[in-house]
């Protein structure tokens, strides 16, 4: 390396006078020139140092010191941990002193000795020394950048590895919501088909139902009028059946029927047919009990031959009176329907089988057809109360 006109700050560590002035002339006379400050003490030198290290550039230090020697100034400054590079002068060319010195930390060793060639030397040492600790220094700044970059780029991997595994574990969530949508919509397009099965299928039942109606009522038919209120009859059982379909069309839930509102529904509807006048008051006592879908027909059919007969027939001469409503729980399995009026009543040991009405008659039928079993007190107004189990395979809960 080039080192014109190079300009250093060295610290210079010397008790003799003759060899300091030797020294300055070397620096004078050569490619290495700059400020030199002198220092007789080796702990004077400490101090300059520990105060204020950076101003120096290289220690150029006597072996023969007072009080310190050079080997062990040389420690010192070393183990202080000042960054300065170190050359040992020695009036004695010992081997064992100069590698003792080297495995310490020293940068180099200089001979002294008399004549142009030492000065020569003292450049020569001094301009290595400091390519070197240069060299060193972007070495350590290079294995900082690099532990640094190491670092950064571990940082960067480790937080690209968890956007990734954040990425997969999203697109493992869509793909397992994507499945489950998928799964559901199957099921829903199995229900629906299996629904629409259903419908069909009732739909049938029902018009089969109808038809039964209409056949068995044909034959009470013997004038007009019977004709006439047949035909009403019929229209009203009709109309309790088509509720059902009504409040399954507008049901989350096309398994059951919500009693409440189809209780309530029929009433008004058969009200507004037989009690024209507004002069019956029905009151209801309603659980939230919901209907299974397969016994609605039957069920909605008795209540509408219950209701039909109490606007009918309970108040006949009378300017009005209460009908009572109540579907209750009777345990898990079973439920009770109680329809009540204060009307007219009838008589005791009334026989629902043998009775004229055919309403009352069907009501006896599809009591069976429900598993059910049907009670009549006639003392104090009509009362009707039919037990019937929610799943008709299993009637234990009527006996």
């Known amino acids: 390396m080039d080192q014109t006109a190079e300009s250093v700050r060295i610290l210079l560590v010397e008790d003799n006078s003759h060899d300091r002035l030797i020294f300055l002339r070397a620096m004078k006379n050569g490619p290495i020139t700059g400020r030199v400050t002198e220092c007789e003490c080796a702990a004077d030198a400490v101090d300059m140092l520990e105060s204020d290290a950076a101003s120096f550039d290289v220690i150029v230090t006597d072996y023969d010191l007072p009080g310190l020697s050079g ?3 040389c420690k010192k400054v070393l183990d202080a941990g ?6 040992l002068m020695t009036g004695a060319g010992s081997e064992e002193l100069a590698v003792r010195a080297l495995k310490m930390g020293v940068y180099d060793y200089v001979v002294k000795h008399a004549g142009s060639s030492y000065q020569d030397l003292l450049q020569v040492v001094i301009g290595e020394v400091l390519q070197r600790h240069r060299e060193k220094q972007a070495r350590k700044r290079a294995e900082i950048a690099l532990e640094q970059a190491n670092e950064e780029l571990e940082q960067r991997v480790q937080q690209r590895t968890e956007d990734l595994l954040a990425a997969n574990a999203r697109l493992e969530q869509e793909i397992k919501e994507r499945r489950l949508a998928e799964t559901r919509i199957r099921e829903n397009l199995q229900e629906k088909e299996i629904l629409l099965k259903e419908i069909h299928h009732r739909v049938k039942n029902n018009l089969m139902v109808i038809t039964s109606l209409l056949r068995l009522q044909s034959r009470k038919i013997g004038d007009k009028e019977q004709a006439i209120a047949a035909f009403e009859e019929s229209r009203d059982r009709i109309v309790s059946m088509a509720v059902v ?3 399954l069309y507008k ?3 096309f398994s059951k029927i ?7 529904t029929m009433v008004n509807n058969l009200k507004g047919i037989y ?8 009151l209801y006592d309603i659980d939230d009990v919901p209907l299974n879908i397969n016994i609605s027909i039957p069920f909605g059919l008795i209540l509408n031959e219950l209701i039909t007969n109490a606007f009918k027939h309970a108040f006949d001469g009378r300017p009005g009176g209460e009908i009572h409503i109540a579907y209750k729980a009777v345990n898990d399995t079973c439920c009770r329907l109680t329809v009540r009026d204060n009307g007219a009543g009838f008589p005791d040991g009334i026989d629902l089988k043998g009775t004229d009405s055919f309403g009352l008659q069907l009501v006896t039928i599809l009591t069976e057809q429900l598993h059910g079993t049907l009670s009549v007190d006639g ?4 009362c009707f109360s039919l037990e019937f189990p929610q799943d008709t395979s299993d009637a234990s809960c009527c006996r």
């Open 71 to 73: 080997i062990d100034f």
């Open 82 to 87: 000042i960054d300065v590079p170190l050359v």
């Open 245 to 247: 379909h009504e409040i």
């Open 251 to 253: 049901s989350d839930d």
């Open 258 to 264: 919500d009693q409440n509102r189809y209780i309530k």
């Open 275 to 282: 009690d024209i006048k507004c002069s019956t008051n029905v």
């Open 379 to 382: 003392s104090a107004g009509a």
